[in-house]
Antibody
């Protein structure tokens, strides 16, 4: 079946970087954009950006410009989201999602930023 | 950036009753509006896209309407599994933005 499976939880110190993976299966990886959305505990959804797995083109929300990088490895149908210069406010669950009105989501990856 | 607002913040409804959730955009998003349901510890679930098209497998008790700046999600007869938080999302303009959510809880 169509699914996105994300990497496991991470604990990072302030100033560090984190790279979350999102492995697609059950469909042609290059046919759909991958979007990244995050959610702090008890808070709403925040869209971070998108990547076209076919071309590698990306678009990032201004808030994350300069700190986020979205990449992919088409040979293993996997998308990546790397966030640098982490601060405590980046503690959240990070989701990948297929498409913009997304019917397929990863299970989420909890990233905790703490000294 | 388009700001999405949702009302009410919390809606208390009895099982079997009708629930009406509102979403407003700060400027027109045409019909590029989606609704999601989210339960604790789970990823969001797409209910509606294109303002009024039900996603695959979504029960007919969920319906969406509206265009431009005013949108509504209606749950015709609430089931126990419908108690959750509901988010609207506009994808007409960059960046994509979500509303703050409406929590539907048991009255």
């Amino acid at each position: 079946q169509v699914q996105l499976v994300q990497s496991g939880a991470e604990v990072k110190k302030p100033g560090a970087s984190v790279k979350v993976s999102c492995k697609a299966s059950g469909y042609t990886f290059t046919s759909y954009d991958i979007n990244w959305v995050r959610q702090a505990t008890g808070q709403g959804l925040e869209w971070m950006g998108w990547m076209n797995p076919n071309s590698g083109n990306t678009g990032y929300a201004q808030k994350f410009q300069g700190r986020v990088t979205m990449t992919r490895n088409t040979s293993i149908s996997t998308a990546y989201m790397e966030l640098s210069s982490l601060r405590s406010e980046d503690t959240a669950v990070y989701y990948c999602a297929r498409g913009i009105a997304a019917a397929v989501w990863g299970q989420g990856t909890l990233v905790t930023v703490s000294s | 950036e388009i700001v999405m607002t949702q009302s009410p913040a919390t809606l208390s409804v009895s099982p079997g009753e009708r629930a009406t959730l509102s979403c407003r955009a700060s400027q027109s998003v045409s019909s590029n509006l989606a609704w999601y349901q989210q339960k604790p510890g789970q990823a969001p679930r797409l209910l509606i896209y294109g303002a009024s098209t039900r996603a695959t497998g979504i029960p007919a008790r969920f319906s969406g309407s509206g265009s431009g700046t005013e949108f509504t999600l209606t749950i015709s007869s609430l089931q126990s599994e419908d108690f959750a938080v509901y988010y609207c999302q506009q994808y007409n303009n960059w960046p994509v933005t979500f509303g703050p959510g409406t929590k539907v809880d048991i009255k």
